[in-house]
Structures are given as C-alpha cells and as structure tokens.
C-alpha cells in the first residue's frame, strides 16, 4: 500500500472510531455492561490502528519497501474484521460473529510483526 493510500486509511479508520465511540457512548446505554466493555474494545483498537496506519504511511521511507507494503493492508484488514466483527456482534447479538474476531486479531499481529520485518530489514544506502 502506498503511503497516501495507508494515511486516508488510517483516518477513515479513525472518522469511524470517533462516530463508533460516541454512539456507544450515547446511543448504547441501554444494553448490558458486558455487551458495552465489547463495544469500547472495538473502538479502541480501531483508533489504535488507524493512528498505527497514519505512522506506518509516515514511516515508509525508513521501511523495506516491499515489505512495509504488505504490512499495511494487512493491517487494515486485521482492524476491520476485528472491530467490526465486534460492532457487528453487540448490534444483532449474532454469536457466530465473535469468530471472526480472532481471525482479525491475528491478521493485526501478522501486520505488526511484518513491520518490525521492514524496519529491521532496510537495506543499506
């Protein structure tokens, strides 16, 4: 992905996040408390990486470059299908749902993980 590409990522993730967060603030009072702790997970991982996106597009100059490219959709696909997974879940209460979660989560990790490959594997200039 290119870095401009992974910036409007980012802050897409990040425009929905705050809308997310503010609806559970306001919108979801009346669910329980469990259901609620589940939406301010998915919020805050959403805002995680869609900060982590915008410093991925601002580190790629100091990345490998192929690498750090595929890091990036990785990412985002990782942050999707978690956060959405558990917006999805909270909001019709589907519980097959909560198995894509996971699926999401390890999408973040293998994202992460390959952009400590691309800052470790620079070439030398």
Known sequence: MQPRTLCGAGA??????????????????AIHVDLLAVWHTAVLYQLIHGL??????????LLQPRT?????????AGSVLFSFSLYALVMFQ???????????????????????VAAWTRPRS
């Open 12 to 29: 897409l993730l990040l425009t929905i996040g705050v809308a997310a967060g503010a609806f559970g603030a306001h919108a979801l009072k």
């Open 52 to 61: 982590g996106l915008i410093a991925l597009a601002a580190a790629h100059p």
């Open 68 to 76: 750090a490219a595929l890091a990036g959709p990785i990412l985002l």
């Open 94 to 116: 589907i519980p097959f749902l909560a198995y894509l979660t996971p699926l999401g989560g390890l999408l973040m990790v293998a994202g992460w993980a390959l952009v400590v």
